[in-house]
Structures are given as C-alpha cells and as structure tokens.
C-alpha cells in the first residue's frame, strides 16, 4: 500500500471517531439532567403565583378566546408572560390551531425547555419529546409547545392547543 492510500484511510477513521464521540456526546447531554442556579434572595422575596390555572381548557379551544397566560401552567417565580398572546391559525385550512404566548424568564434562564419543562412536569404535564429547540407536553386533552429561537433569545415562545395525547 502507498502513503498516499493509507493517510486517507487514516483520516476517514479519524472521522468517523470524531463524528461518533460528537453524537455521543450530544445523546449523554440531552439525557443529562438539567442543574438549576439557585434564586437570590430578591427572587426568594416573591412567591409563585398561578397564572391560570383553569381546568375547563376545552371551553376555552371551542370559544376560541384568548387567555393571558398558558392554561393550567403555573410559570415559575422569574417568569411572565409579554405583551397579550395570539390565536394560531393553521394555514392549510385556515381554521382556529390554538393559542400562542411570549415567555420571558430572565437572561440567565434563557434555555426554554430548561426553564419550563421541571416546572410543567412537576405540574402533572407528562414530557412527550424533544426537538431542536422544542419541547411538548401534554395534560388532560391539551398538548403545550416551548420553543426557544436560534442562539437562545429570549422571550421564548408557549402554545397550547387540544390534543387526546402526545403528538
């Protein structure tokens, strides 16, 4: 065998090494547990308080008016919802899809699922998956949408629309 043949061979192996322990990586990270900073005392200062905790969500899809906050989601203690919430359409068949919010929790909880998703499951929300930068939960008949923009901008994004189960 040549030089020239073998130092290809060596470099597709070391490739493929790379590209392995990067996937490897990235599955241990997202199986990882998510650690939390612990609130300073001005954040200690103020208790949750529930946003909405409405249970009759199906009333709320079928009239299709607008909640100020995700329903049945108490947010946690250094987030809020910005500005009033939309309706979403969906395009296709242009019919009522759901409600859409702006969450801001900070620039120091600017991951969304990381913010939000202990909270929702700790809530009764039963995880369903998880995508580039999206999550979804569900919880008796509505599934919950997080979404967090590119370089992790915050506000992030939370839809609810009605659901029998994990999408």
Request: aromatic residues 10%; contains cysteine; charged residues 15%.
């Amino acid at each position: 065998m040549n030089q020239k043949g073998f130092a290809n061979i060596i470099l597709i192996i070391l490739v493929v090494v790379l590209v392995g322990a990067l996937g490897y990586v990235t599955l241990v990270k997202r199986l990882a547990p998510i650690e939390h900073s612990q609130p300073n005392d001005s954040q200690n200062a103020q208790s949750p308080t529930p946003v909405n905790t409405t249970v009759n969500w199906q009333a709320y899809f079928d009239s299709q008016n607008l909640p100020s906050a995700p329903l049945g989601v108490v947010l946690p203690q250094n987030c809020r919802v910005v500005g009033a919430g939309s309706k979403m359409v969906d395009l296709a068949y242009k019919t009522f899809a759901g409600f859409e919010w702006s969450v801001d929790c900070g620039s120091r909880n600017n991951k969304a699922r990381g913010t939000l998703g202990p909270a929702l499951e700790q809530q009764g929300w039963k995880f369903c998956d998880s995508q580039t930068a999206t999550g979804h939960w569900w919880k008796n008949g509505v599934i919950t949408g997080i979404a967090e923009s590119a370089g992790a901008s915050y506000p992030f994004k939370v839809w609810q629309q009605s659901g029998t189960d994990c999408p």
